[in-house]
């Protein structure tokens, strides 16, 4: 290739497939492209990221690969910064525009992307950037986002390119796709022992059965940490790593839809659960849009009324009994096992283990966040510092929500199954306390070989202790700050949903206060005490 070519360069983040891109597709109906993966030690080193995303994103990146060399791509690596990589390319040859999806990321990925747009409008570069989901940037208002989501996901999806002229870079002085196991890097953590494998073809698979084998029991099985691992739809990684996209999720689901019969009563389960499931992607895109219109999330609560709650008590022994899933709570400390040893666990339960920290154990939410995001294999940003914000109780517009993790185990894992799996010192246990150990005799101790203190610790705290204190801070807070109600006004007015379904169909959910000025958007996520 003539060195005077122009090139397209491709950018691939959290967009790891070939199909339904149209970054790809645009830049290969233009000339040369090549396409870019960046390794970027910025990146790799914020504490929200960990091994396991590594090893997920490692195969994902070797499917890619391969994909791309079907279609007469190479994938380039590049190990350093995204700025570097343009700059050492732009040495090189010509560059005649760059191209990729809008990613709302955390607030690492945001200072790249500003800084590779610095760069970019510097050197006379356009770079193109395409959404890949519901969330719409730059807007001003949450008053017409719904009908946005809706147009965008209806949408055609981009064509799948077949056939495209590579850069055919003959020099190329960083890793290649074979030698990615050689790229010395520096991760938090190490990988999940038993995490969902990466790349589009598991994704597919994944997408497939739960469409056709799975789906049914969604609707009721989501809640149960033992149900949930079928009844789920186990996409979130995939959409993460953008293996799927949202667009191809949400019409396939819809195509399902078409196929079942309204008229019988098993399809009509399977439509009543998928309904359910394309109402949560839409959920997925309402949490996300959060986060791109305001990436502070990440280090302040979204109501400001609530800055210094907790940051003055942090209980550092506390925090790590919670992390390490040795609070003396068996629900909370099996899910904590199971986030560790498999990268996933319901979203009750991590609603229940926010929760538990910020209630229970009074911790400041961001340490909390951090550990979960390198526990969550699904990690999505815009998801989770909301989220997390929600489950903890500063963002000044929803309903407080408090999980009892002993009831929450009578009611989702009744014969504790759950627990003696990932707890094998409970296992023999009987099943009146498996919930609360710390009820055994000494004698039902021995008997059960877990002696407490020793084989299972005792509670961190007592939990209608902790709470009582904690209802009573808030309270405090609350009241020294009449200004609180007022700001939520403008906190609702930015981040609040404008959905009719929202509206009207709140559930009965324990408020610690009666100060709330809006209404409970979310009543699907029932507080519990």
């Known amino acids: 290739m003539p060195i005077n070519t122009p090139i397209h360069l491709v950018w691939f983040k959290k967009d790891l497939r070939l199909h339904d891109h149209w970054p790809l597709w645009q830049a290969s109906q233009r000339g040369p492209v090549l396409a870019l993966y960046c390794i970027e030690p910025s990146q790799q080193s914020q504490p929200d990221y960990s091994a396991g995303h590594w090893g997920f994103a490692r195969e994902c990146l070797q499917e890619l690969a391969h994909d791309l060399q079907r279609c007469g791509l190479r994938l380039y690596l590049f190990h350093g910064e995204m700025r570097d990589a343009l700059q050492w390319l732009h040495s090189q040859v010509p560059l005649a525009g760059l191209y990729s999806h809008e990613e709302t990321g955390n607030l690492a990925s945001f200072a790249r992307d500003r800084a590779v747009g610095d760069w970019c409008r510097q050197q006379g570069l356009p770079w193109q950037e395409w959404p890949q989901n519901g969330v719409v940037r730059r807007l001003r208002n949450r008053d017409h986002w719904h009908g946005y989501w809706s147009e965008r996901l209806a949408a055609a999806t981009a064509p799948k390119v077949t056939s495209a002229q590579d850069a055919a870079l003959a020099h190329w002085p960083h890793p290649t796709i074979e030698q990615i196991d050689q790229i010395p890097l520096r991760l938090w953590d190490s990988d999940f ?134 609070t003396g709570y068996p629900l909370i400390d099996a899910s904590m096992a199971m986030l560790r040893h498999t990268g996933w666990i319901n979203f009750r339960m991590r609603a229940m283990l926010v929760s538990f920290a910020s209630y229970n154990l ?168």
């Open 193 to 326: 022992a038993a995490r969902q494998h990466g790349g589009r073809r598991a994704a597919v698979a994944t997408l497939q059965a739960f469409l056709f084998e799975r789906g049914g029991q969604y609707r009721g099985g989501i809640s149960s940490p033992l149900k949930a691992v079928s009844a789920c739809s186990r996409l979130s990684p995939y959409l993460s790593f953008g293996c799927l996209s949202l667009r191809e999720i949400v019409q396939a689901t819809r195509r399902r839809v078409a196929q079942l019969s309204p008229e019988q009563a098993a399809e009509q389960r399977w439509r009543t659960s998928l309904r359910s499931f394309e109402s949560r992607l839409h959920w997925h895109c309402h949490f996300m849009q959060k986060l791109e219109s305001e990436p502070e999330l990440e280090i302040a609560p979204q109501h400001a009324g609530y800055a210094g709650l907790r940051e003055a008590d942090f209980n550092r022994a506390h925090f790590q009994a919670w992390a390490n899933g040795e």
């Open 362 to 529: 009074w911790l400041h939410w961001p340490q909390p966040a951090a550990r979960l995001a390198r526990l969550f294999l699904d990690y999505e940003p815009g998801i989770h510092y909301p989220q997390v914000q929600m489950q903890s109780g500063v963002t000044g517009i929803n309903t407080l929500r408090i999980y009892n993790p002993i009831k929450q185990a009578q009611e989702h894992d009744p014969r504790g199954a759950f627990v003696r799996h990932w707890l094998p010192a409970l296992r023999r246990v009987p099943d009146w306390c498996i919930f609360e150990p710390w009820q055994m005799p000494p004698a039902i101790q021995l008997e059960a070989g877990c002696i407490l203190g020793r084989d299972y610790p005792w509670p961190v705290v007592d939990w209608q202790t902790s709470l009582h204190a904690a209802k009573q801070k808030i309270s405090d807070w609350r009241r020294s700050q009449p200004q609180l109600r007022e700001q939520a006004k403008a906190v609702y007015q930015k981040h609040g949903s404008r959905s009719p379904a929202r509206h009207g169909q709140r559930r009965k959910t324990q408020r610690i206060t009666p100060s709330q000025t809006q209404p409970d958007l979310f009543g699907e996520l029932e507080a519990e005490e």
